[in-house]
Nanobody, 120 residues
Framework: VQLQASGGGSVQAGGSLRLSCAAS????????RGWFRQVSGMEREFVAA???????AYGHSVQGRFTISGDDAKNAIHLQMNSLSPEDAAVYYC???????????????WGQGTLVTVSS
């Protein structure tokens, strides 16, 4: 499966952004689908994931502010990000795995990343 992330941009603190990840080559819903983010010089961090059955999971720092959703008609997933803070600024990657997990190590299909900047 090939993944293409989009929707990044610049926003002021407290604002919102919606990221999308479009898949091609296979049915995206057959995978666990996740979002991870990375700040330069830091490890890649789990943000949110959607299991093959559609169950969501979130990292502690985004719980209650971010929402992951599946869009089977477009073979895509979305990440609605609300109440953004400068700490959310990062490159956001979508990823997929056949495993039922949120563990970064298991994700073997990655999109190219989309940059989110948040000004205070």
């Amino acid at each position: 499966v090939q993944l293409q992330a989009s929707g990044g941009g610049s926003v002021q603190a407290g604002g919102s952004l919606r990221l999308s990840c479009a898949a091609s080559g296979d049915a995206f819903s057959a995978y666990s689908r996740g979002w991870f983010r990375q700040v330069s010089g830091m490890e890649r961090e789990f943000v949110a994931a959607l299991s093959r059955s559609g169950s969501p999971a979130y990292g502690h720092s985004v719980q209650g502010r971010f929402t992951i959703s599946g869009d089977d008609a477009k073979n895509a997933i979305h990440l609605q990000m609300n109440s953004l803070s400068p700490e959310d600024a990062a490159v956001y990657y979508c990823a997929a795995t056949k495993a039922n997990t949120v563990s970064l190590a298991a994700y073997n299909y990655w999109g190219q990343g989309t940059l989110v900047t948040v000004s205070s």
